[in-house]
């Protein structure tokens, strides 16, 4: 009996169900085609590394007084990618220079005393020594 309720229950609601349903209409927007740029952008957060990372170093020390590139500029080369201050190197050049001359003066001043020393013990006016 419990069987043959349920059953009857059921039927009715698939009677109901099916009755009570109407055909709806489905609506779709509709927009004009028309040219335009399609503009891609992509915001993320992260660090950027390089494929190749290049130490840049100098073969002498100064101070820098100009550094006219940021870190990150394409350089090609012949670039100037710093300027050193040539005080002090000019300042070693000098010295080198002055220390240079004055090796050959003093070259000059003890060959013409040894002149005058050959000269001096050939007229046997001194000795040996």
């Given amino acids: 009996m419990i069987r043959q309720s349920i059953s009857l229950l059921v039927l009715v609601g698939l009677v109901a169900g099916c009755g009570a349903k109407e055909e709806q209409t489905l609506t779709i ?12 952008q992509a915001e993320a957060t992260g660090v950027i590394e390089p ?3 290049v130490e840049v170093k100098s073969r002498s020390s100064g101070q820098v007084i100009e550094m006219p ?37 003093r070259l000059e001043v003890s060959e013409l005393q040894k002149k005058r020393s050959d000269d001096l013990f050939a007229g046997k006016i001194i000795t040996a020594q």
């Fill in 69 to 105: 590139i940021e870190t990150g500029t394409l350089v090609r080369p012949g670039d100037l990618i710093v300027q050193l201050d040539t005080r002090d190197v000019q300042n070693q050049y000098d010295q080198a220079k002055a220390d240079l001359d004055a090796a050959a003066k």
């Fill in 29 to 40: 927007r509709t927009a004009p085609v028309e040219r335009r740029t399609i503009v891609v």
């Fill in 51 to 53: 494929i190749n990372v």
